[in-house]
């Protein structure tokens, strides 16, 4: 329509659409991370976390699942699965207004239901979290090892990948913490409040 972009197209609307179509009566105990609950994680990671890297590490990830709505596995490497199935490190950009980051563009080049095969790119700005989206993101890869650009987004401070694991028993920690229980809270959680 007069060379108008199809937001029918966008990876947001295709994602919600996919979304509903697997909508059933199934009863999923899962809640969502909402955000005064992730504000609560935020707060609580310095409590729980002890090395630097890997606070500023749990800051930057906890607030990048919540502000792309990526599943976990998106994200952290599994047992047996390639680390080129979650997010590269050349998958993530960022555009700047005078001079300071202002968003971060995301493309995901894999990822479930991708069934024409083709990359979406998706972007956020700081949001409204008590720390901004953006700055975790510019502090985690200031302090993130090595710069290979096809090596995964998120790793450990020994440059490993970061394992599904791993995210998870942090997850736990800082959920135990502000006192929520991990059996209704997991990693999809924060995906999840995408669907409320």
């Known amino acids: 329509m007069m060379s108008m972009p199809d937001n029918t197209q966008s990876f947001l609307v295709e994602k919600l659409v996919t979304g509903t179509y697997r909508l ?5 105990s899962r809640l969502p991370i909402i955000m005064p609950i992730l504000n609560k994680l935020l707060r609580s990671i310095t409590l729980v976390v002890k090395c630097i890297y890997d606070q500023v590490l749990f800051k930057a990830i906890f607030l990048f699942a919540f502000s792309t709505f990526s599943r976990v596995g998106e994200l952290v490497t599994s047992k047996n699965a390639p680390n ?9 950009s960022f555009s700047y207004v005078q001079g300071k980051a202002a968003e971060v563009l995301v493309c995901y080049r894999k990822f479930k239901h991708n069934v024409r095969g083709m990359p ?11 720390e901004s989206a953006v700055v975790a993101m510019v502090q985690y890869l200031k302090v993130r090892p090595y710069y290979i650009p096809t090596e995964p ?24 913490s502000c006192g929520l229980g991990s059996s209704r809270y997991k990693g999809h959680s924060f995906r999840k409040r995408s669907s409320n």
């Not at 979406?120 to 008590?130: D, V």
């Open 24 to 28: 059933s009566k199934t009863f999923d």
């Open 153 to 176: 987004l998120f790793c450990s401070v020994d440059a490993t990948p970061l394992h599904r694991p791993d995210f998870d028993n942090i997850l736990h920690k800082c959920l135990a």
């Open 84 to 92: 080129d199935n979650v997010l590269q490190l050349h998958d993530v």
């Open 120 to 130: 979406k790119t998706i972007s956020f700005s700081h949001g409204t979290a008590m």
